[in-house]
């Protein structure tokens, strides 16, 4: 994949410096400065709801908020995990419902390690590729990043996209969950499937 963007960045800046020199250290000038002007737009962002995560994590609340999430939780991911992991995930599908999936990453991270942990195994368990979906997908009530860029973009109305995020990542989620439980239950029929032709033919039929 590096290697395909390697060639799609050398290509692009040489169709630049051949079609249109002049405006190749221009545009070049200009995306680093964009780049920049979005990523102070961001800190601000960030900061706040990172420093709200902060108090939440020492003041206990996360594992609050986990015991009340812990229904979905054991639904979504097995009952197999420990309070920690719980709280993990709960903060994850917090931020992530709220917006802030960028802020969301290192503990989504986190949850991920205690589930590797727990699967103990090279290929992903079912509830890490859950969690993986959950992310992708990414169910979000309140855009918060979205509001803000667009309010320092100084729309009108920013927080105009609110119903249509709910709308199209309540449906992404859903989807992606349903597809999830699906596919690990027929995966389940496959090893059970196996492991009688196993015993059949290695046990019975030996015999």
């Known amino acids: 994949m590096k290697n395909v963007w390697f060639v799609l960045m050398l290509s692009s800046l040489i169709a630049l410096a051949i079609l249109s020199p002049e405006k190749t250290i221009s545009a070049l000038m200009k995306a680093g400065q964009d780049a920049v002007l979005l990523s102070i737009k961001l800190l601000g962002i960030y900061g706040v709801w990172l420093g709200v995560l902060g108090i939440v994590n020492k003041t ?3 594992e609050k908020f986990a015991s009340l999430l812990e229904p979905v939780i054991d639904f979504l991911f097995g009952k197999n ?3 920690q992991t719980k709280s993990f995930i709960a903060l994850n ?3 992530n419902i709220f917006g802030i999936g960028n802020a969301s990453t290192p503990i989504g991270i986190k949850a991920m ?3 590797d942990k727990i699967n103990n195994s090279e290929i992903a368990s079912n509830s890490m590729i859950m969690l993986m979906v959950i992310n992708a997908t990414s169910l979000q009530l309140l855009p918060t990043t ?3 860029l667009r309010a320092t973009a100084l729309s009108t109305n920013a927080g105009d996209i609110i119903l249509p995020s709910i709308i199209t990542t309540s449906i992404t989620t859903l ?3 349903i597809l999830v439980k ?3 239950k027929i995966k389940l029929q496959k090893n059970a499937i196996k492991n009688r032709k196993k015993l059949y ?3 019975e039929k030996c015999k």
């Open 60 to 62: 206990g609340l996360a």
């Open 81 to 83: 995990l420990d309070k």
């Open 93 to 95: 599908l917090s931020t």
């Open 113 to 115: 390690q205690n589930l």
């Open 146 to 148: 979205i509001i803000g």
């Open 175 to 177: 989807l992606g969950i």
């Open 182 to 184: 699906v596919l690990s």
């Open 201 to 203: 033919f290695g046990g």
